[in-house]
């Protein structure tokens, strides 16, 4: 019934198993990989024809954890999984990102690629599982696919590259000192397709050798998927790709000029019509037949392709007229927004980001419910891109995959840089607004973001920027590589390469490539270059941070304070009944974790200082011979209780009330009276002595011998 074939090799520490044949027969590719006990089962499915009119590749690629891969039933009241997570979303775009470029080239019928996690064993994380699945089924599957790709994760420890590290050396990186690297690489046989990272500051080598590293790695993983094809590949399906060379002479014959006169124009907004209007002229002086041809957008996009790219190579000449390497004027401000903790307009041509930052308390930390258990995040960084930043129309709704990100990529360049929780007790949103693009505003979300947050008084290690370089790459090999891209050079270009980092070394690299790959001498020229203009950007963000910054008076305050692990019952009490008071006395907020860290936050400095008064004398132990106020609590024949630290009471002997004989405690005390006493020690059974005699009931200073003589 099944035509099973299932194919094993050692990597790393794990198996890797690639089978196909038994599950989702009707899928035109189906493989299920399974690395060490996490399965990812990928299913591909092609049209067999193309739309009328497409003129683009409508490739959709899903990625889901379901819950009961690791065991776990979902949260939330319809207790089933729901829209994507931002780790699926995250995941879906590493798919995607290094599979498109590999189809073949005018191939535009619709392909859709999903990827379901059927097991997780908590220790290989099921994104680089799940990466190998869906080129095994896009190999298998017959569709026009050059591949295939292979994909892998490496850590950086002690100067030595780890592939595929556990899941738990990955998690919250900024916690692990040893730990100083996240990076992701997708490449098949020959080249590198796709780059993604988290960083804490390496060089430019470094990172090169890591992504070296990580490309021979995934050799054997390219081998295996070749073996499973060899054995169970459908017939490659017989697309033919339609000539339209005819109509692309046509095309360029009409409006070369024209074109190329659109190009030299540097304002955004007027090259993009005089842009729209070449196009107008040129659809108008074309035949009927012509303009009725569903090539005739692929015939356009390619004049527009061969006058941009071939003034950059042949005359190191950009659409703006700068030089390759030259960055664009950089304006940055802080402090512009009077009520918000931080905020900073970075500006850069014509890309600018409004960046503000929020500074909150332990309540305001993301919740994430993830498959390998529920965490906590106290840094978050949302990105917003408007339609009227690029001067368009358009339907605003909740954030696209594009935002998220986005988002990630600024959020991994920052977050290396941000002091330790213990240090900084805060959490951290940082939104970027972008109120103009025309070239990465991702790298002006970092370079803001950066701003925003040391202007709010966030101890940085270091600023950040961030740059975006460009590739065009000709057919005999000639190449440029431009740093900060406009939007025209991304989209015409050959690839994105996006860099962040200090100083000292990089955060974040991203990387997405067009063509089949770039060698290592290209990626290292553009580390190179990227480096220059990153140290170029970072001066210029200088100067917008002249003096010392200061907190923000409209951010709460907050301190921290330690506590013993198993004092913690205490100062919650049952059913929280002792926190609850401690929050209602002293009007400050008061986050307990489990290890036993307080952060008490309140704008009154006073509020914050009476609930540290009130937990320590709960977690604290009474010192002998120290001076405490305290208060009476009964009243005995032999002496007084009195409470003097926090729920201790202790016993002030009759005798040890006043400097002479009383009849009865009542004498002098009554219950509720404040009064300060002496600790004189503990008796054999543990119990508190106090006295009362030696102490000045007015300033609770001690009597000195002198003065009882006296």
């Not at 060490?36 to 299913?43: F, K, L």
């Not at 690629?113 to 298998?140: E, F, G, K, R």
């Not at 995959?401 to 990529?409: D, F, P, S, T, V």
């Not at 701003?451 to 950040?464: I, R, T």
Request: glycine content about 8%; aromatic content about 6%; hydrophobic content about 40%.
């Amino acid at each position: 019934m099944f035509n099973e074939v299932k194919k094993s090799m050692q990597w790393g520490e794990d198996t890797l198993t690639l089978e196909t044949g038994k599950v989702a027969r009707q899928a035109d590719g189906s493989v299920i990989a399974t690395l060490g006990e996490t399965s990812v089962m990928a299913n591909v499915t092609f049209a067999r024809a193309q739309k009328p009119g497409q003129d683009f590749f409508p490739l959709t690629v899903h990625y889901q954890e379901k819950y009961y891969a690791a065991g776990k039933v979902p949260g939330g009241f319809f207790k089933r999984e729901a829209r994507p997570t931002e780790k699926e979303t995250l995941t879906a775009r590493l798919i995607d990102r290094p599979i498109r470029p590999l189809f073949v080239p005018g191939f535009k019928n619709e392909v859709l690629v999903m990827c379901t996690v059927l097991s997780h064993d908590m220790v290989n994380d099921p994104d680089m599982v799940a990466m190998i699945a869906a080129s095994a089924a896009l190999t298998i599957s017959g569709a026009p696919f050059m591949g295939p790709i292979a994909a892998c994760r490496v850590g950086f420890v002690d100067g030595d590259y780890i592939l595929n590290p556990e899941i738990d050396d990955m998690h919250n990186l900024r916690m692990n000192p040893e730990q100083r690297l996240d990076l992701v690489v997708a490449g098949t046989k020959d080249a590198v397709m796709m780059v993604e990272s988290e960083a804490y500051e390496l060089s430019e080598d470094e990172m090169l050798g890591a992504v070296k590293f990580a490309h021979d790695s995934i050799q054997p993983v390219i081998d295996l998927i070749i073996d499973l094809a060899e054995e169970c590949a459908k017939e490659p399906f017989d697309f033919q790709l339609v000539d339209y060379s005819d109509l692309s002479a046509a095309v360029k014959a009409a409006g070369e000029e024209k074109m190329r006169a659109a190009y030299a124009i540097t304002d955004k907004q007027e090259r993009t019509s005089a842009v729209a209007a070449a196009k107008a002229e040129i659809i108008e002086s074309l035949t009927e037949e012509q303009q009725e041809d569903g090539n005739l957008g692929a015939a356009l996009k390619k004049l527009e392709s061969s006058v941009l790219r071939g003034d950059v190579v042949k005359n190191g000449k950009r659409i703006d007229g700068r030089a390759l390497d030259t960055i664009r004027p950089i304006v940055s401000e802080t402090g512009i927004l009077p009520r918000t903790h931080g905020s900073a307009l970075f500006t850069r041509g014509e890309t600018q980001g409004l960046v503000v930052t929020t500074l909150g308390t332990g309540d305001d930390e993301q919740m994430i419910d993830a498959l390998t258990g529920m965490y906590k995040s106290n840094f978050m960084l949302h990105y917003n891109f408007p339609p009227y930043s690029v001067g368009e129309v358009g339907r605003v709704s909740g954030p696209g995959r594009r935002e998220i990100g986005h988002g990630k990529l600024a959020w991994r360049a920052l977050q290396a840089v941000l002091p330790a929780a213990t240090d900084f007790p805060y959490t951290i949103r940082v939104v970027s607004e972008i109120t103009e693009s025309n070239g990465s505003s991702s790298m002006a979300s970092v370079c803001g973001g950066s701003l925003s947050m040391m202007d709010a008084g966030v101890p940085l290690k270091a600023p950040v920027a961030g740059v975006a370089m460009g590739l065009v790459m000709e057919d005999d090999g000639e190449y440029a590589i431009l740093s900060d891209i406009l939007g025209d050079e991304d989209h015409l270009g050959d690839m994105d390469f996006k860099v962040a980092g200090t100083e000292n070394g990089i955060t974040s690299l991203q990387m997405d490539i067009k063509i089949a790959g770039i060698t290592p001498e290209i990626m290292s020229k553009a580390l190179e270059q990227a480096k220059a203009g990153r140290l170029h950007i970072l001066n210029e963000m200088g100067k917008a941070l002249t003096g010392a910054q200061e907190f923000s008076v409209h951010a709460p305050k907050i301190e921290t304070m330690q506590i013993p692990t198993d004092k913690i019952r205490e100062v919650i009490g049952s059913g929280g009944k002792v926190i609850r008071e401690i929050v209602e006395t002293s009007g400050a907020k008061v986050d307990i974790n489990d290890d036993g860290v307080i952060k008490l936050a309140s704008n009154d400095a006073e509020a914050i200082k009476k609930a540290y008064d009130m937990i320590h004398s709960i977690v604290a132990e009474p010192e002998e011979g120290v001076i405490y106020k305290g208060k009476v609590v009964k009243l005995v024949d032999f002496g007084a209780f009195v409470n003097f630290f926090g729920k201790r009471d202790g016993l002030v002997h009759v005798s040890q009330i006043e400097n002479r004989r009383l009849n009865h405690p009542s004498d002098v005390l009554k219950e509720g009276q404040e009064v300060w006493v002496k600790l004189l020690g503990f008796d054999d059974r543990g119990k508190v002595r106090l006295a009362m005699k030696m102490v000045d009931q007015e300033t609770g200073k001690e009597i000195t011998k002198e003065e009882a003589a006296e």
